[in-house]
């Protein structure tokens, strides 16, 4: 089962919780104060291992992203 990060609103807490991909958008609460909290889009890394196993980035890794200014990743080249 995947793991989804949710933000509450009204408490500003951050929080993950494991549930099945059919429920990732169903209304969720906050563990800390019951609010009704939002899902996050959440980043994560990819890597590759050529022929001797070892191990690239190939995207994910914030170096590229963190900086970026763009209103969306649609604009991104990646």
């Known amino acids: 089962m995947p793991i ?8 500003n807490y951050k929080f993950e919780m494991r549930r ?3 429920e ?3 209304e969720t609460r906050c563990p800390k104060c019951g609010g009704v909290a939002s899902r996050l889009f ?4 990819c890597f590759s291992k050529d022929s ?3 191990s690239s980035p190939i995207a994910g890794t914030g ?3 963190d900086s970026c ?3 969306n990743c649609a604009s991104c080249g990646l």
């Open 4 to 11: 989804y990060e949710y933000l509450c609103p009204a408490c």
């Open 52 to 54: 001797s196993g070892t």
């Open 24 to 26: 990732a958008s169903s």
């Open 20 to 22: 099945p991909i059919g």
């Open 69 to 71: 200014t763009a209103a």
């Open 42 to 45: 959440s980043r994560f890394a």
């Open 63 to 65: 170096s590229s992203c």
